[in-house]
C-alpha cells in the first residue's frame, strides 16, 4: 500500500536550509526594493549634493588617470576635455552619474546594513566591499575608453550585456561572503538534516 505523501512534509520541511532560504529572499527583496526606488526617484537621486559630490569626485579621477593608462595602448593621445575625452579617432567619451559607481556603491551599503551581523564587523567590510566596487568602475571605464578607440560600434554591448550583469554577480559574492564567511549567518549546510543523519 502506498504511503500518504502527505505525512511526509514534515519531514521534507525539516531538511530546508531555511536561514540560507531566509537570507537569499532578504537579498532578493532589498534588489527589488532598492531597484524600483532608484528608478521612480533617479533625476533627484542624481541631483542629491552628497552623491552628487562623490560623482564628481570619481568623474575626475577617471577623467584624469585614463589617458595616462590608455594611451600607452593606443594610436595617438586621448584628451581630456571638462568632463569628456576625446579620442584619437575623434569620438567622444562623456562622463555621467551612472558611470561613477554611486548607485552599486549604495545597494552594497544597503545590503550589508540590513543584513544580521555584528556592526564592528560591517565597519570594516562595508569599505571593504566599495574597494572592490571602486576598482570594477575603474576597469569598466578603461574598458570601454580602449574599446571605442577600436570597436565603438560594440559599446552598448559591453555596456550593457557584459558589465551591468558582472556588477549585480560582484554584488552577489559579496553578500554571500558577508552571510556565509564574515557574519556566518547562514550556512550551505542544512544542519538540521546533517545532524538527523548523524
Not at 571605442?148 to 549585480?168: D, G, I, M, Q, S
Request: positive net charge; hydrophobic residues 55%.
Amino acid at each position: 500500500m502506498a504511503s500518504d505523501p502527505h505525512t511526509n512534509i514534515p519531514a521534507r520541511f525539516k531538511t530546508w536550509n531555511f536561514p540560507l532560504i531566509m537570507q537569499g529572499w532578504i537579498f532578493f527583496l532589498v534588489i527589488l526594493f532598492f531597484q524600483l526606488i532608484w528608478e521612480n526617484f533617479e533625476n533627484e537621486i542624481d541631483t542629491f549634493p552628497p552623491l552628487a559630490f562623490i560623482s564628481d569626485s570619481i568623474g575626475g579621477f577617471l577623467l584624469t588617470i585614463t589617458p595616462k593608462i590608455v594611451n600607452p595602448f593606443v594610436e595617438g593621445d586621448i584628451i581630456q576635455d571638462g568632463t569628456s575625452l576625446i579620442l584619437p579617432n575623434g569620438l567622444y567619451i562623456n562622463y555621467f552619474f551612472s558611470l561613477s559607481g554611486v548607485k552599486q556603491m549604495c545597494l552594497v551599503i544597503s545590503l550589508i546594513v540590513i543584513a544580521q551581523g555584528a556592526w564592528k564587523k560591517k565597519a570594516w567590510f562595508i569599505p571593504f566591499a566599495l574597494i572592490i566596487i571602486q576598482i570594477t568602475v575603474l576597469v569598466r571605464f578603461f574598458v570601454l575608453t580602449l574599446n571605442c578607440t577600436a570597436y565603438p560600434e560594440r559599446l552598448n554591448l559591453l555596456k550593457n550585456v557584459f558589465f551591468a550583469p558582472l556588477f549585480y554577480f560582484e554584488i552577489l559574492i559579496i553578500w554571500m561572503v558577508w552571510v556565509l564567511l564574515i557574519a556566518k549567518t547562514a550556512s550551505l549546510r542544512n544542519y538540521n538534516s546533517s545532524s538527523k543523519k548523524s
